[in-house]
């Protein structure tokens, strides 16, 4: 199944699918690397061509070996017909990290250019610190400006054909273009029924940005995950009277709103039923009911909140988008 697909306003990038594979893991134990390759595989088989990375995941290495595997038995004839997404980490956020760390990335991947590179997060992590190990007393304010103008150097090299962040909040993205040469092409965010983005979706769409959705189910399982999409009544009840399950009606309606969704499920079954949310179509009614879900944001990221760090409260760090 062709997946619909959108484009950048980056100049350099191919399209970009609108549904793909989140490839984040917890905890990276040889079971789990197993079965991100198997997953991978089988997306690809299914017909999914975006996949999303991060050093912090520690999967790159499984992705770039699926890579492999995928043109080795013939599912795809190269590495161009995929979009591959992968981050930079705290870590990493200082101007002359940035090169280094996407060479890293690729060089586990044993790729030659990524699709897209994202600043994972605003905020910075001590140089020498434990990348895996979040401490709030380790956070230091990011000096936005080294860090994108050496993203935009990247892309100059043709390392990333595109360039963007990833939860960051209207003031942030602000920061960004004031001075930036390349505006980011994408910012990767929570985003679902019960946590909308209203603002968010519409400073980015006067400025050109795509916004591409995690948790697009509420992460229900995560220990910051949201139980309001999955067991909201609005979404069972639209789900029944379609004949859908309350996945697809929360999936469609982030296709309806323009957004980029990235899934995560290693499941093939779920994986399949995702694809099902293209050639049908919400009502007006549907969409207005969803529209009105209460709302609340369920990742708030409170492990960089500290009275010496550069975010001091939740307000700060998500500037009021609460």
Known sequence: M??????????????????????????PTPEV????????LEAIELGYR????????????????AISQAISCGLIKSRDELFITSKLWLTDNYGDRVLPALQKSLQDMKLDYLDQYLIHFPLTMK??????????ENCVAMDIESVWTTMEECQ????????????????????????AKIPPAINQV?????????????????NGIKIAAYSPLGAAGAHWGTKG??????????AKSKGKSVAQIALRWAYEQGIVIVVKSFNKERLKQNL???GWELSDEESKKIAEMPQRRANLAKIFISETGPFKSVEELWDGEL
Request: net charge negative.
């Open 276 to 278: 099902e949310i293209f």
């Open 50 to 65: 975006m996949f999303d990375a991060a050093f912090f995941y520690q999967t790159e290495e499984a992705l770039g070996e």
């Open 2 to 27: 062709a997946i619909p697909e959108i484009s950048l306003s980056s100049g350099n990038a191919k399209s970009m699918p609108v549904l793909g594979l989140g490839l984040g893991a917890s905890d």
């Open 127 to 136: 140089a020498g610190s434990n990348p895996f190990r979040l401490n709030p």
């Open 156 to 179: 100059g090299l043709g390392l990333t054909k595109s360039i963007g962040v990833s939860n960051f909040s209207c003031k942030k993205l602000a920061d960004i273009l004031a001075f």
């Open 33 to 40: 690397i197993t079965n991100t390759i198997k997953a991978v």
């Open 190 to 206: 929570e985003l679902n029924p019960a946590w909308q983005q209203g603002k968010l979706r519409e400073f980015c769409h006067r």
């Open 229 to 238: 999409v999955l067991e909201s009544e609005v979404l069972m009840e639209i």
